[in-house]
């Protein structure tokens, strides 16, 4: 007992300081977002495919917050998608709430209104079981926008939408500039609260759930009431995506609603990994970076390439392929800390965490 | 009146059928306050179907459930364990992706309210970090708090999934088979840790270990066949004839 009482006070500093690294934004990770905001000067002829990997790398996070995290498999993140996809369309054309910022804010509410519905059809059953109700509402919903075409516009699309410019100054121009760096900025705020939410207490507890659903409730953590506010989140997310793309092209058909776009989500995400929140954003840059280039090279089989990268991830494995980037990160890492104390001697060398902080 | 005569928790007729099968059957236990309270009985009696039905992971087919002079019979589990009930698991039942620290820490956040919060980081209130610090101690955990439960050594896993149900605070605290598949150079410590829950913490054991009942328990119910059979203090128990003719024979013998 005596020991002990000497110990608590360094075991309570151990403890304090543990749970302060753990959120801490690493190296690796700063490097991204240097490198992603630094992307607008450094690719100015790429806007429009930098723009489309922005919402794809949001929407992509969407899909991670209840996939990655709460374990909840979905085929229907299209329907939020779709949803305020129309809803920042229709806003937008007829001139109720001009201002682009505000729109996307509502959009996100729309959707993440569907998302809180549904959540409570969803989080019934099994993933089988969720794959299929989460595609039926997104279909469904498709067919609605379809069945009044005389709002949306139907087979045709949503036509004379027109955004006003972000908080009255910048215009959505033609090259696409000020729509990438709209788009960027808000997957960043995006990313920024996703980060918040999965490291709080909330975000902890969902891990739980995933991790052993049984337990979670039985140390008291209402396990149906988290999933469905993870659920409404990420609808709220999806939501903002969809709207991004409507609001920076200026125009919504039908394939918001899609299969297709959900099942690429999904694709994104078994190609950049779930669980660590940048898995939907590097899966999106490689996904898109893969089809603009095969597309280039063979503009009619380009899903074969596709397919034959995803077959490949899905054997050799990504945990063996993680296991590869961790040698190659250790290796930036010693070379960064030899490079680093060459400049700096004294100072002490610093570790490139992995970005998930494990 | 003598405080530790108020029952803590109370089953009356309790009863669940799986189909024809009667698991459990007119059950009415009473477990009294501060009590060390065992629940034993052979394979298949029941006795894993009894915290079942007290923790809210199956609902009862007939009978009623009382907490502190409360209803808790169609409590959700959860709310139960906010009531002042937790349990740990026969099978470990952990976080195998999460570390000793974050599983308490969640443990500990969810209890004081917080677990709802999604701005706030995990572990910024000095609240939290002071009783994730004792519960750390008091179970042996130190020393691995930071390594991922799936690679912890059986014995911290055994521990752990006793301290994430103490990290409950919970007033009457269900133990099922604590001891199970611990090799011997680790149970030391965990019986120690056992004996060393605070006394106003109402202990409900269920163990197949007779050394481990014996040496601990102050009170024995006998469950067989889904009915509770016997029912007293530990030395009237290991005199019965009955007891001993059904279920204890030759471990008592030995």
């Keep these: 007992m005596v020991t002990m009482a000497a110990v608590t006070p360094v075991l309570a500093g151990d403890v304090a300081a543990y749970l302060k690294r753990r959120a801490r934004w690493s190296p690796l990770e700063i490097a991204f977002w240097i490198f992603a905001f630094a992307s607008i000067w450094l690719f100015p002829g790429k806007y429009l495919i930098l723009k489309d990997t922005a919402i794809l790398a949001l929407f992509a996070l969407s899909l991670d917050l209840i996939l990655g995290y709460a374990g909840i498999i979905s085929l229907g993140q299209a329907a939020f998608f779709g949803i305020a996809g129309y809803f920042a369309g229709l806003i937008a054309k007829y001139g109720i709430i001009n201002e682009p910022i505000v729109a996307l804010i509502c959009a996100g509410a729309v959707a993440a209104a569907l998302g809180f519905v549904t959540s409570f059809l969803v989080l019934r059953g099994s993933d089988l079981t969720r794959l299929m109700v989460t595609l039926g509402v997104s279909l469904m919903l498709g067919e609605i926008a379809n069945r009044y075409a005389n709002i949306t516009g139907g087979a045709d699309g949503l036509q004379g939408v027109d955004v006003a410019p972000i908080l009255g100054r910048w215009r959505f121009d033609l090259y696409g500039h000020n729509g990438y760096v709209y788009c960027l900025i808000v997957l960043f705020v995006c990313f920024v609260i996703a980060r918040r939410i999965v490291y709080s207490p909330f975000g902890l507890s969902l891990r739980s759930v995933k991790g052993n659903a049984l337990r979670a409730a039985a140390i008291g953590v209402p396990v149906k009431w988290r999933l469905v506010a993870i659920y409404t989140v990420s609808a709220g997310f999806a939501g903002i995506a969809g709207a991004l793309l409507t609001q920076t092209t200026a125009f919504c058909s039908l394939d918001v609603f899609s299969l297709e776009r959900s099942a690429d989500l999904l694709l994104v995400l078994i190609i950049g990994g779930t669980g660590y929140l940048y898995g939907g954003l590097i899966g999106a840059v490689i996904y898109k970076f893969l089809q603009d280039w095969i597309s280039n090279l063979t503009p009619q089989y380009w899903q074969f390439w596709i397919g034959l990268v995803l077959v490949v991830i899905v054997l050799v494995g990504r945990e063996r392929m993680a296991a590869w980037t961790v040698t190659v990160r250790a290796a930036v890492g010693l070379i960064g800390a030899r490079a680093w104390s060459r400049v700096w001697p004294r100072s002490p060398a610093r570790g490139g965490a992995a970005p998930d902080g494990r | ?254």
Excluded at chain 2, 84 to 91: E, L, N, S, V, W
């Design chain 2, 1 to 254: 009146m003598d405080r530790r005569a108020v029952p803590i928790l109370e089953t009356i007729g309790l009863e669940k059928r799986f189909g024809g099968i009667l698991a459990a059957q007119n059950v009415n236990l009473s477990v009294k306050k501060g009590a060390r309270h065992a629940l034993i009985g052979p394979n298949g009696a029941g006795k894993t179907t009894v915290i079942n039905l007290l923790t809210g992971v199956l609902k009862p087919t007939a009978g009623r459930i009382v907490l502190e002079g409360r209803d808790i019979t169609d409590t959700a589990p959860h709310e139960r364990v906010r009531l002042g009930m937790a349990r740990t698991f026969q099978i470990n039942q952990l976080f195998l992706d999460l570390t000793p620290l974050e599983s308490i820490g969640l443990v500990v956040s969810e209890r004081l309210g917080s677990g709802a919060d999604w701005w706030r980081l995990v572990g910024t209130k000095s609240a939290v970090i002071d009783e994730i610090v004792e519960i750390v101690e008091r179970f042996r955990l130190g020393d691995v708090m930071h390594e991922r439960t799936a690679i912890l050594p059986y014995g911290k896993q055994r521990l752990l999934e006793i301290a994430l149900a103490f990290a409950c605070r919970p007033r009457v605290l269900l133990l099922d088979e604590p001891a199970a598949g611990v090799p011997e150079a680790e149970r030391h410590e965990l019986l120690a840790t056992i004996e060393a829950l605070p006394a106003e913490v109402t202990v409900l054991l269920i163990e197949h270990d007779m050394d481990l009942v014996f040496s601990f328990a102050d009170r024995i119910s006998v469950l067989v066949n889904g009915a509770l059979f016997v029912d007293g203090a530990p030395d009237e128990v290991a005199r019965d004839p009955r007891v001993k003719a059904v279920y204890l024979g030759e471990e008592l013998d030995a």
